[in-house]
């Protein structure tokens, strides 16, 4: 018999990390203690309320049946009640939002509700490689608008061709960014709305880090500014907040149409989150929050010990303000591949290259901030050890 994959299959792009993983495997079976600064999942345990409710509900017979594909009445208040309280939000929980299997999964099938095979689509780069991965599935084709350092890495709407900027039927935005660590305020999405407005384009807006944040910053919600609900959605989770990326629970949130067509499409693929996981994670949403403010502190002692170190090598990096993420600038001399293949080599530390976010990551490395300080400090050393001081 002969096996073809459908062309949906071969036109995702290939997995950019699959040679670094080898390294990795290879320098493991050697022996050597790898430090991985390559994967952004927090280290920090689920904060102990919520595992308690997922036990508790768990036990209940009624929770193990099919749950609604687009989640409890219960979580949905839930996801309303904390966009109240924590942007002043206003949202009706029976129609303005729909649970998801992570934001991942919304992010990924969104593409299906809006875009129709040779549809254009925005999607930032570099960029969380979902939004393309799932556009190219539905057969779209994605336009690349570059984050650049000197835009601060904000989409630059003035750059779009005006023609791409008719075509296009949805742009994804995210901030605070992965991998860029940047942040928007609220000139940006006062522009990003007009934009949309003007071209008739759909705000997807991905807020998974809008609660990962520093030095009493606050990262806002795109739905927080006037006129984002006619316009777009905005997905989160409690992945990131709550230490839950096991967990896979999310939502969309924002246009009631938009939300019912996602919810549409998911009623025919899956059959919703588990409800001892939605009474879960809806304890998270609506419990104490101090907690998400003590780890952010874990962060930011993480964040300012990796940064300072960089800088003390030679780079001249700046703080980011939100997300655990550092994205820094390769040394001269080096490509994205080359120096993480070096860094892991010579000394056993995992960065991810830009690359594996877009060709605009080209000549940057992310860092991720979820180990422990000590071992932050530990890849330091080493880091320092092989290359000694850096030129750019
Ligand atoms: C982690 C992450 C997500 C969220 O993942 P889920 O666990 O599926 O909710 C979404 N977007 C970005 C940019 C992320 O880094």
Not at 168 to 183: C, D, L, M, Q, S
Request: aromatic share 12%; proline share 7%; glycine share 8%.
């Amino acid at each position: 018999m002969k096996i073809v994959e459908a062309q949906r299959i071969c036109n995702l792009p290939p997995y950019l990390f699959a040679r670094i993983e080898k390294l990795i495997a290879a320098k493991k079976e050697a022996g050597v203690d790898v430090i991985s600064l390559g994967i952004g999942d927090p280290d920090r345990p689920t904060p102990v309320h919520i595992i308690e409710t997922l036990v508790r509900e768990a036990y209940n017979p009624a929770n193990h049946q099919y749950p609604s594909s687009v989640g409890m009445l219960t979580y949905r208040k839930a996801v309303a009640q904390w966009y109240q309280n924590r942007f002043g939000v206003e949202l009706n929980p029976e129609t303005e939002v729909v649970s998801l299997l992570g934001s991942k999964e919304g992010i990924a099938h969104i593409s299906w509700c809006y875009l129709n095979p040779g549809d254009t689509v925005l999607v930032p780069d570099p960029g969380y490689p979902v939004y393309s991965g799932g556009a190219i599935l539905a057969g779209a084709e994605p336009y690349y608008l570059p984050l650049k350092p000197e835009n601060g890495y904000l989409i630059d709407f003035k750059s779009i061709p005006r023609d791409v900027a008719k075509r296009a039927k949805i742009i994804f935005v995210n901030y605070p960014n992965n991998p860029t660590g940047a942040v928007a305020g609220e000139a940006f999405y006062r522009e990003l709305i007009d934009f949309a407005r003007e071209y008739d384009i759909l705000v997807c807006h991905d807020a998974a880090y809008s609660d990962v944040s520093f030095d009493g910053y606050k990262p806002p919600s795109f739905l927080q500014f006037p006129g984002a609900k006619e316009v777009g959605i905005e997905f989160h989770s409690v992945s990131k907040t709550y230490n839950m990326t096991g967990w896979r629970v999310g939502w969309a949130a924002g246009n009631a149409r938009v939300v019912e067509a996602l919810g549409r499409l998911k009623s025919n693929i899956d059959s919703g989150v588990f409800q001892a996981i939605q009474y879960a994670a809806a304890a998270g949403l609506t419990g104490p929050q101090d907690i998400v403010a003590e780890q952010n502190k874990v962060y930011q002692e993480r964040r300012d010990i990796l940064i300072e170190g960089l800088n003390s090598l030679g780079w001249n990096l700046e703080k980011p303000k939100a997300t655990f993420y550092v994205w820094a600038p390769v040394p001269r001399g080096y490509t994205s591949d080359s120096f993480a293949e070096l860094v892991l080599d010579k000394a056993g530390v995992v960065i991810t290259p830009g690359t594996g976010y877009g060709q605009n990551g080209a000549g940057y490395f992310r860092m991720a901030l979820t180990i422990d300080k000590e071992r932050i400090k530990e890849a330091l050393e080493r880091i320092k050890n092989t290359i000694g001081t850096v030129t750019f």
